[in-house]
């Protein structure tokens, strides 16, 4: 079978792009890193790919909010084409700024069923800083592509507006109906409990990433691209010895790879 094709939106301040086309590479799919402006202008067409990612970044700057003026041009140029896309069968991951931009567009979480309506926010840390650390995640929801058989993840954050809030009612829907995929942990599995450092924002609910009803479509603060490698864990030389000392081989794989694999899974 042909791997599925990715688009991975660059542009304008994104700069995770690269990383992120990398880990979809390295799960089995072929990803292309294409300009909005070649979207926009129509010299690539945004149904010819099965995956649209979101990459990490900064794009415009952060000038207007987070993800705001992005997810403007892509609703006064592409909203009619992002709609088909989202509402065949393909899937949409945004991670960091890519999730900012899914949120300002109202295609994450899409309560009542239409996309298009902004419902939560990720707003400034409660630290009034810029965090970049590594976190430790849970998984949530089962109905989402991307977490499939994900049991939890280590995974930096680098984000200076990544606190998920949304208002009590809205807040109360998204965990009745599954729509939280992944959560912030404290080191030994128990809930962050909005405790900082484990809860690196003050996210509400410890929520670290969201999914649409259908799971096709997932946003996350987190980098997943950024361990999909064994050694690019921050503690991986402390791993290490437990592995030479216990006569195992290590791992060869980061955890936040599976992310991507199950992107790729879904087409097979």
Not at 2 to 12: C, D, H, I, Q
Not at 67 to 82: D, M, P, T, Y
Not at 116 to 144: F, I, K
Request: charged share 20%; proline share 5%; net charge positive.
């Amino acid at each position: 079978m042909a791997k599925p094709k990715v688009l991975v939106l660059t542009g304008y301040g994104i700069n995770c792009d690269e990383e992120t086309a990398y880990a979809f590479s390295l799960a089995g799919a072929k990803p292309e890193i294409v300009h909005v402006n070649d979207l926009i202008d129509g010299a690539r067409k945004l149904m010819n790919y099965q995956i649209l990612s979101f990459p990490g970044g900064f794009s415009y700057g952060d000038d207007t909010g987070s993800g705001n003026a992005l997810a403007s041009r892509i609703r006064n140029n592409l909203w009619q084409e992002l709609l088909r896309f989202t509402e065949s069968d393909k899937l949409a991951l945004g991670i960091c700024n890519g999730f900012q931009v899914m949120v300002n567009l109202g295609l994450l979480p899409a309560l009542n069923g239409k996309y298009g309506v902004t419902e939560v926010a990720l707003a400034h840390n409660n630290s009034a800083r810029y965090e970049c650390r590594w976190v430790d995640l849970g998984v949530a929801a089962t109905e989402c592509v991307f977490s499939r058989g994900i049991g939890g993840m280590r995974v930096p954050v680098a984000h200076g507006e990544g606190k998920f809030y949304a208002r009590p009612a809205v807040l109360k829907q998204l965990e009745k109906k599954g729509r939280v995929v992944f959560r912030y942990l404290a080191p030994a599995g128990a809930p962050a409990a909005g405790v900082f450092p484990h809860n690196p924002n003050g996210a509400l609910n410890d929520i670290a990433g969201v999914c649409d009803g259908s799971g096709r479509l997932l946003g996350m603060m987190p980098h997943p691209e950024r361990n999909v490698h064994f050694m690019h864990r921050d503690d991986w030389t402390l791993l290490k010895e437990g592995y030479r000392r216990r006569g195992e081989e290590l791992p060869q794989q980061g955890e936040g790879l599976a992310v991507f694999k199950n992107a790729v899974e879904y087409f097979k």
